[in-house]
């Protein structure tokens, strides 16, 4: 399956701009690309844990199975959340934004609760620091946020 899969479409064509506003009818504004933003937060601790990417299919998989589908633009593929690693993501409540061109995707997640292939929580474990002259040298720092699990004995490497 690829992000311009030919299917019939799944969703309403985005209608007049207050249909899209205060309308009731779900019609996602995907981009040039086919794809919308996914902000992913835990369920209990309201933390952002991802920023995903959704096409339509990844989309309506998730509305469907309650379950995190993505689409993955390193790998141009469609990917359900946990597969691999046995952290998948069970929806609890998805809310789509005012112009309908991104979602908010509230979720548990399986096992060690982790979200971040790097066996981490969330994917948002490193701080910049504001203030500073930005300079090829401007250096992070680690929130704390350590790994749940060894990624290379899930995924390899």
Same mark, same amino acid.
């Given at each position: 399956m #690829?992000?311009t899969?030919?299917t019939?479409p799944r &969703?309403a $064509?985005?209608?007049?701009?207050a249909? +899209?506003?205060?309308? $009731? $009818?779900?019609?996602?504004r995907?981009?040039?690309d086919?794809?919308?933003a996914? !902000?992913v937060t835990? &369920?209990?601790t309201?933390d +952002? !844990?991802m920023?995903a990417?959704?096409?339509a299919?990844?989309?309506a998989?998730?509305?469907?199975? @309650?379950?995190?589908?993505y689409w993955?633009?390193s790998r141009q593929e469609?990917w359900?959340? @946990?597969a $691999?690693? @046995?952290?998948?993501?069970t929806v609890?409540?998805?809310?789509?934004d005012?112009?309908q061109d991104a *979602?908010?995707?509230k979720?548990?997640?399986?096992? #060690?609760?982790?979200n971040?292939h =790097?066996?981490r929580?969330?994917c &948002?474990?490193?701080?910049?620091p504001?203030?500073?002259? *930005? =300079?090829?040298?401007?250096?992070?720092? &680690? =929130?704390?946020d350590?790994?749940?699990?060894?990624p290379?004995a899930?995924y390899?490497g």
């Amino acid at each position: 399956m #690829t992000m311009t899969d030919p299917t019939p479409p799944r &969703f309403a $064509t985005p209608g007049s701009h207050a249909e +899209v506003e205060e309308g $009731t $009818t779900l019609m996602p504004r995907f981009g040039a690309d086919g794809l919308i933003a996914a !902000v992913v937060t835990d &369920f209990e601790t309201g933390d +952002v !844990v991802m920023l995903a990417w959704m096409n339509a299919e990844a989309l309506a998989r998730t509305i469907e199975t @309650g379950e995190g589908w993505y689409w993955s633009r390193s790998r141009q593929e469609l990917w359900h959340k @946990g597969a $691999t690693s @046995g952290h998948a993501q069970t929806v609890r409540e998805l809310r789509i934004d005012c112009d309908q061109d991104a *979602v908010w995707i509230k979720v548990s997640t399986a096992g #060690t609760g982790a979200n971040c292939h =790097t066996g981490r929580k969330g994917c &948002f474990y490193r701080t910049v620091p504001v203030g500073q002259k *930005v =300079t090829p040298a401007l250096q992070l720092d &680690f =929130t704390g946020d350590v790994p749940l699990f060894d990624p290379k004995a899930v995924y390899g490497g």
